[in-house]
């Protein structure tokens, strides 16, 4: 009875997850408050949905048949790219990677569901490679998320890899100067419109306290300004108005500067609402137009 029912929901589960699935192509999707995490696993989605279509066509046509598994990868590649393209006409995000996606769990089913020959095994090997980067990425979200609920109220101390993704590809973590744990972050400004650093998956709800800082370190002689921004989940409906955020400045003295805001700043700092504190989605700290590089370092982002 027990191996009947597992074999009956073998036989089911394909059909339902393309039932079920299809429609969100279209609608629903993550949101701009939603995890790293979550985001992560929903584009493995895009995976399993077609290793299930490629499931059920198997059971009406023989996919060991080189011609059918060029036509099913050929439909896939333009029907997924018509997806992205449609998705994008109504507002959603066209993501070229979903189409990888697609095709990642199109040959998965398909290499894995052949005969085994020499060529097949090589395909089973190419398309698990492909896979590799959306594992890793729920892997590492998954890393990040929960390092960043034991550590908070700390948001970021830059202690592990992880967090050095944060920064653009020259900067890295170091031991030269820090304020909490064994490292910063070495950020390199470049003399362009705007240079920095954003953060947009720290921990969003941040009712309960009453200031936000940072520590920054400056090892030249001479001072300049830099902003700091913070906006919530709504910011997004109005265009990115520098009105509607928490945006200000402030003079980076030589050596350590310690920065503090109060939350009742930042909840009050959009023009005719206040900053919905359980929803923030974003922190930046920059600089514009600088004449020549200059390098920082940030440590301990923490709310009080």
């Not at 020499?118 to 492909?130: D, E, N, P």
């Not at 705007?194 to 090892?219: C, T, V």
């Not at 109060?262 to 930046?284: Q, Y």
Request: charged residues 20%; aromatic residues 14%; neutral net charge.
């Amino acid at each position: 009875m027990f191996k009947f029912a597992v074999h009956k929901l073998t036989r089911i589960l394909p059909l339902f997850i393309l039932v079920g699935a299809f429609p969100f192509f279209f609608l629903g999707g993550t949101l701009e408050s939603s995890s790293s995490l979550l985001s992560a696993i929903w584009d493995c989605g895009h995976v399993v949905f077609f290793i299930a279509l490629v499931v059920l066509i198997s059971r009406k046509v023989d996919v060991n048949n080189w011609r059918v598994a060029l036509i099913i990868t050929a439909t896939v590649f333009f029907a997924g790219g018509l997806i992205e393209v449609i998705q994008a006409s109504i507002g959603r995000d066209g993501n070229w990677d979903d189409l990888l996606r697609d095709l990642t769990g199109t040959w998965l089913g398909l290499f894995w569901l052949q005969r085994s020959t020499k060529w097949v095994l090589l395909g089973r090997v190419f398309a698990t490679v492909l896979l590799i980067p959306n594992i890793t990425a729920v892997f590492m979200e998954s890393w990040y998320e929960a390092r960043a609920r034991h550590e908070f109220p700390l948001l970021v101390g830059f202690e592990s890899v992880i967090e050095s993704y944060w920064g653009k590809k020259e900067d890295e973590r170091s031991t030269q100067y820090r304020t909490q744990g064994e490292y910063s972050l070495k950020v390199v400004l470049s003399p362009k419109n705007y240079s920095g650093i954003k953060f947009s998956r720290l921990q969003q709800d941040w009712r309960g306290f009453k200031q936000f800082g940072f520590d920054i370190y400056n090892p030249d002689s001479t001072s300049f300004y830099m902003t700091v921004r913070v906006n919530d989940v709504q910011h997004g409906l109005t265009q990115w108005a520098m009105k509607d955020r928490f945006n200000t400045s402030f003079q980076l003295k030589p050596g350590w500067n310690h920065l503090s805001y109060s939350m009742d700043a930042i909840e009050h700092a959009p023009a005719g609402r206040l900053m919905d504190l359980s929803h923030i989605t974003w922190v930046e700290i920059f600089v514009g137009k600088l004449p020549e590089s200059r390098i920082i370092y940030l440590d301990n982002l923490r709310l009080e």
